[in-house]
Nanobody, 114 residues
Framework: QVQLVESGGGLVQPGGSLRLSCPAS???????AGWYRQVPGKQRELVAE???????NYADSVKGRFTISRDNAKKSLYLQMNSLKPADTAVYYCRAWSAGYNYWGQGTQVTVSS
């Protein structure tokens, strides 16, 4: 069992930045990992993902603004979010998966508002 705990969310003005962190209870070296977000009444959507070989993929809506990274030694996943927009307001979840395994964190709220 892998435990994931997101942190770093909060209230930020449009144009601002936040860095989300997701430390894991074990090494993520063999896992792919990603960040997802969800707003009430909508499905959870992929924001960014990173493979176990560090290839990355981003939703079109965040390309050029968000950066996903991982630190296998520190067992953590990160999401640097710049130029934030009100449309980025959501609960952000981290996820780690490999063959036969799928783990989610509990989520952290990000609110972009003036």
């Amino acid at each position: 069992q892998v435990q994931l705990v997101e942190s770093g969310g909060g209230l930020v003005q449009p144009g601002g930045s936040l860095r989300l962190s997701c430390p894991a209870s074990t090494s993520l070296f063999s896992f792919a990992a990603g960040w997802y977000r969800q707003v009430p009444g909508k499905q959870r959507e992929l924001v960014a993902e990173i493979t176990n070989r560090d290839s990355t993929n981003y939703a079109d809506s965040v390309k050029g603004r968000f950066t996903i990274s991982r630190d296998n030694a520190k067992k953590s996943l990160y999401l640097q979010m710049n130029s934030l927009k009100p449309a980025d307001t959501a609960v952000y979840y981290c996820r780690a998966w490999s063959a036969g395994y799928n783990y989610w964190g509990q989520g952290t709220q990000v609110t972009v508002s003036s």
